[in-house]
């Protein structure tokens, strides 16, 4: 009894739940109700109340600004901190409230909110971009190193899941390494990638664009591609093993179960630690600072401040961080052409996050980038790139996930998301 009388524990307590609350309110809001809001929650139930309807969606985003602003508000560092120590780091903190500030406004195009809670953040001084102690001469070490043991514990991270990677190998690697080869990266995500002296692809001409397009190993890329994907005739990324998606005496072979269909595989996040147990423990960040820098710039450059110098300042680290140089303010000298770098330097920094469906309903590019047929690697005994499968995701119907249908049954005052 003396413990649950104790005012500062009760605070706490209330606090971490109030955050936890905003965090669920937000998945839901995100998923199931876009454009349409969803019911807010914010007391028990009696069985007469349970069939709710839906609220608005700037009630929602009320709410759960609300919410994160209550705890933001504790003054005691000591009931409710900053950020918990390493042994807890993992507990809701007012920097956790701050990132979900910071994304959900950053989705409903609220710039200002969510550029102020990306700025404490980044005043805070807690954060820091991860970079390798060990020496090297690979430019993408410190990229590929944040994804896997030993980078494991930095300062970069905000929230993540503990052993959210658990089973990280079996999922991506193929049949001959003890997994599913259920990852296949596409051909977009690869051609986002630019030179290795900050090109893309697209500005080449178009017989060199072409080996780059068959040929990913023709010449050096952003290092961020070789950390995140295993390439066609890779031999170097793990120990006495090459990737052989076009061998058709390989166990890789594109159309075999369990190997890639697109003729590449998932390497971010692959440690040959996990490769004996085809498991692994890995954590799984969440949130982390380079996302903060991301949607600062996002803020800045969205609300006409795109001259902005944290601009250039915070494309260049994280582009420096994984050994690219920095941006070429030649080419890239209008707002729309600012964005177009950091919409791109987005998805190659969190790709394979869980950020891109995000970006795809904040930039309403949907019906652009999720329509048509989609491919895969260049596949040398058709001469053709691989054909995965044609898509036809409409939006606004895909901005939100259909509720399941027993949801819809049981509750007269529920209805399907906006297209569904």
Known sequence: ?????????????????????????????????????????????????????????????????????????????????????????????????????????????QYDIAKDAAKKLIDSGSFALYYSSSESNDPGKSYRDLFCYTGEQNKERIMFKSNGLDNIWFRN?????????????LKSLLDTYETIDGKTIQSLSASEREQYEKDPLYKPR???????ILLPNDNTSISNYTFEPFNPNSSDYVGKSGASRSGYLVKKYIDEQDRASAGGSLDFMIYRYAEVLLDYVECLVETGDWQNPDVEKYINMIRNRAGMPNMDKSVYNTQEKVRELYRRER????????????????????????????????????????TIETRNCVFPKYDSWPLPQTEVTSNPNISQPTGW
């Open 222 to 228: 952003d290092p961020r591609l070789y950390a995140t």
């Open 173 to 185: 690697m193929s049949t001959i390494l003890g997994g599913q080869g259920v990852s296949a990266p």
């Open 347 to 386: 998805r190659v920094e969190l790709c394979f996050e869980g950020k891109r469906y995000d970006d795809i309903r904040r930039w309403n590019i949907g019906n652009e980038v999720m329509k048509g047929t989609i491919y895969g690697a260049w596949n040398p005994n058709d001469n053709s790139f691989v």
């Open 1 to 109: 009894d003396a413990y649950f009388a104790d005012e500062r524990e009760r605070t706490r307590m209330k606090a971490e739940a109030k955050v936890w609350r905003a965090w669920y309110h937000i998945r839901l809001l995100n998923w199931y109700g876009r454009n349409d809001g969803i019911p807010i929650v914010e007391e028990s139930l009696l069985p007469a109340d349970i069939y709710k309807s839906r609220n608005t969606v700037d009630e929602c985003l009320e709410f759960i600004n609300r919410e994160l602003d209550e705890v933001l508000s504790i003054t005691d560092k000591d009931v409710f901190p900053f950020l918990w120590d390493e042994g807890r780091r993992e507990r809701m903190s007012k920097a956790t409230a701050l990132a979900l500030k910071m994304d959900i406004n950053l989705q409903f195009h």
